[in-house]
């Protein structure tokens, strides 16, 4: 326990060091009125004027042409990579993994319904996922900056040119960080080359063929750009790709980086620094409550296994521990990243209900890149319009009206994900042929804990997180389809209203603080917006928990 503790306060103080230089730096990226000569050739080459601002219609349609291309080119280079170079002598990948592996890796979301080291090539790994493990990762960025814009601005129809604040994501942040991060991985024991399969002779006369390959490079940004999945099969939990405490600890680090800071990256564009640390207080305050309930449960090992046992290590690996573990599974599920190094499925009942949990907040605490402070950003919008109907206050948020049209954006927003995961988890059982080959293929395990796998399955692909329960067989026609659906609604459907909430608040001019206005930069505001963000978790998915990881737990 000792050791999970010092764990904890390690991260913590690197987090705190990082936090202003890094915030700073990335407000500098995104305000910055001087292009790089490489960003120039680039913006040529485009055809885009970097200058020219963007209104949010423009900027949406932007954002959903490039992942859609990016869709399309990741598709055709999976069902091409036969006759691609670094092959390794796989074939193409079929079309439903194909277009599930196109959708997951373009939303950020990095959900695997296969066996990476069997089924991509490592041209296909480089160019394909590689690729867009930069530029999803961007592409959220670009979105949480357009909306701070849209707080910012006055009496304005633009909020900034996505082209830039996509090539100024890559070219000036995720790059040069994930270079940084591959060496400190490749000196911590990751690997990193082009071999092939290595026939070996295993201590029982067997013969084993080891894959090498492009991990550190991989991992790098999968995990700075909180965009999961794994090189290998068994993802962070391969020695190949996390082989100690300290690199365990490291990529926990990539992943809580960025979306930490922009907080700061917020109080130093909207220019009252203190925003940022009301925001900063709910994220820490809900990742501590996270990880340490996650960490008891699994410490106290309830259940006849883990009992018997005399801990609850199954799933876990010996390396890391239960302490290295639940600390990892919290910061996956609360950054949207899909990496995962101890099996979720494995967990205590109500331990496993913990990650699934997280997710289910809307990934705020602190959220993947963007992605989280955005939809921290839209709670803060609920959370003072609620207050203010509840004190007499007048709704507002950093001097724009809270109104009608910003309020129907934001339910809108908050509606999206849980419609996805509901209505899919449903459907997955109201129909009886898609019932049937769930039952009789997907699930490990009947009864309760069957229903969490699929559930944690659509959750995850709802939030654009990507791990998984591992217990869930997701290579089949209804769930390769379906989980994609889901990951690409999950993805744009909450850009274009938090889109439309930028474009709405930057047409408005600021108003002043009067006696009546209600302070968001103190803390009751933090223990509010904290308070709605467990509150509406709890009203929309406590049904659903019931049937499943609670009843199991109660069993």
């Known amino acids: 326990m000792w050791f999970t503790i010092a764990q904890a306060g390690a991260l913590v103080v690197v987090l705190a060091v990082l936090y202003r230089p890094l915030g700073d730096y990335m407000a500098r990226v995104y305000t910055s009125p001087r292009d790089t000569g490489a960003e120039r050739g680039i913006y040529r080459a485009m055809g885009v004027d970097p200058k ?87 592409v959220g960025i670009a979105v949480a900056v357009a909306l701070i814009r849209g707080l910012s601005a006055r009496r304005t129809s633009t909020i900034g040119n996505f082209w830039v604040d996509l090539v100024r ?69 391969h020695p190949f790709e996390n082989p100690t405490p300290l690199t365990n600890l490291f990529q926990c680090v990539l992943m809580l980086a960025i979306p930490f800071a922009l907080t700061r990256t917020f109080g130093v564009m909207v220019g009252n620094k203190k925003q940022g640390y009301t925001l900063l207080a709910v994220m820490a305050g809900l990742f501590l409550i996270s990880l340490t309930t996650l960490t008891l449960l699994e410490y106290a090992g309830s259940g006849s296994g883990p009992q018997a046992a005399g801990a609850a290590m199954e799933g876990k690996e010996q390396r890391f521990g239960i302490g290295g573990s639940t600390l990892f599974a919290t910061t996956s599920t609360l950054t949207s990243t899909g990496a995962v190094n101890s099996m979720h499925d494995s967990f205590t009942a109500l331990g496993g209900m913990l990650p699934m949990l997280n997710m289910m907040l809307g990934e705020v605490a602190p959220g993947g890149v963007g992605s989280g402070l955005y939809g921290l950003l839209v709670l803060a919008i609920i959370t003072v319009f609620i207050a203010g109907l509840l004190v007499g206050r007048t709704p507002e948020y950093l001097g724009k009206k809270i109104g009608a049209r910003e309020i129907k954006l934001a339910s809108l927003y908050l509606l999206t994900v849980p419609t996805l995961i509901l209505g899919f988890t449903a459907l997955s059982f109201a129909i009886p042929g898609i019932r049937a080959e769930i039952e009789a293929v997907s699930i490990l395990n009947p009864g309760p804990h069957g229903f969490s796998e699929v559930l944690y399955a659509f959750t995850s692909a709802s939030n654009n997180n990507g791990s998984a329960f591992a217990g869930l067989t997701a290579n089949t026609p209804w769930l390769n389809t379906t989980l994609g659906l889901a990951m690409l609604l999950g993805r744009f459907l909450p850009i274009l209203w938090v889109l439309a909430l930028a474009g709405t608040f930057a047409a408005q001019d600021r108003v002043p603080s009067t006696a009546g206005t209600l302070p968001t930069d103190k803390p009751q ?26 009843a199991e737990g109660l069993l």
């Open 52 to 138: 020219s601002n963007q209104t949010w219609q423009s900027y949406a349609r932007s954002v959903l042409a490039f992942s859609l291309v990016g869709v399309v080119l990741l598709y055709t280079l999976q069902r091409l990579q036969e006759r691609l170079p670094l092959a390794l002598g796989l074939p193409a990948v079929p079309h439903g993994i194909a277009f599930n592996t196109a959708a997951s890796f373009a939303t950020n979301t990095n959900w695997q319904s296969y066996a990476g080291e069997s089924t991509m090539g490592y041209l296909v790994q480089a160019v394909g996922l590689g690729v867009q493990n930069f530029v999803s990762a961007a």
């Open 169 to 237: 994501g890559v070219l000036r942040l995720l790059l040069p960080i994930a270079a940084v991060a591959a060496i400190v991985l490749l000196a911590g024991g990751v690997i990193q080359n082009l071999n092939g399969f290595t026939d070996v002779n295993t201590i029982s006369g067997g013969i084993q063929s080891i894959p090498g390959g492009p991990v550190a490079s991989q991992e790098a940004i999968k995990l700075l750009g909180t965009n999961g999945g794994g090189f290998f099969n068994s993802n962070s939990a």
């Open 525 to 550: 505001f933090s223990m509010m917006l904290g308070s709605i963000t467990l509150i509406v978790t709890a009203l929309t998915f406590f049904p659903v928990l019931v049937l499943g990881p609670l």
